[in-house]
C-alpha cells in the first residue's frame, strides 16, 4: 500500500473514532433539572457557564438575567427563540423550566441550555453547557447573551 493511501487510512479511522467517541458521549447527563432550587453545578472544564456559580468563578459565571414580563411570556419568548434559531429542540419544558438539546451545525455536538425561573422573582437561572469537549469557544456564554439580549430589548 502506498503511504498516501496509508495516511488516509488512518485518517478516514480516526475520523471514525472520533464521531464514534462524540456519539457515545451525547446523551443527556443524568444530572440535569433542578434540585432544591438549584440547576447542576458546572464541571471542571470550561464548556459550561452558569447565573448559580460563584461570581468568584470567572470562567463558568454569568449574570442572572432580570426580566419584565410574566414568567410565561418570558418562558415563551426564550423557546420560541431557540426552536425558530434552529438546532434546538425541547428536552422537558413545565412552568418555570424549560430544558433545550443545541446541536451544533458541523459537528452535531450537543449542549444542554437549561432555563429556570425561581417562583415569585423576577429573576432567571441559567446553565448552558457542552456534553463533549474540553473548550466550547465561548458558544454558550454567546448563547446566553443573546438570551439576556432577547429579554431585555
Not at 444530572?31 to 432550587?37: D, M, S
Not at 418555570?96 to 449542549?111: A, I, M, N, P, R
Request: aromatic share 10%.
Amino acid at each position: 500500500m502506498s503511504m498516501v493511501r496509508w495516511i488516509l487510512v488512518v485518517v478516514i479511522a480516526m475520523l471514525i473514532g472520533f464521531f464514534v467517541y462524540v456519539d457515545i458521549n451525547n446523551g443527556v447527563p443524568d444530572n440535569l433539572g433542578v434540585n432544591e432550587g438549584l440547576l447542576a453545578p458546572c464541571p471542571d472544564m470550561p464548556n459550561c457557564v452558569s447565573s448559580q456559580a460563584s461570581p468568584e468563578d470567572a470562567e463558568h459565571y454569568v449574570e442572572p438575567i432580570f426580566y419584565h414580563t410574566s414568567v410565561i411570556d418570558a418562558q415563551l419568548a426564550i423557546e420560541h427563540y431557540m426552536l425558530s434559531a434552529g438546532g434546538a429542540r425541547v428536552v422537558s419544558s413545565a412552568l418555570g423550566y424549560t430544558h433545550f438539546e443545541v446541536s451544533s451545525e458541523l459537528f452535531g455536538f450537543k449542549d444542554d441550555l437549561e432555563i429556570y425561573f425561581p417562583e415569585a422573582d423576577s429573576i432567571m437561572h441559567v446553565r448552558s453547557a457542552s456534553r463533549v469537549g474540553y473548550d466550547d469557544l465561548d458558544v454558550n456564554r454567546e448563547r446566553v447573551r443573546q438570551i439576556r439580549d432577547l429579554l431585555v430589548d
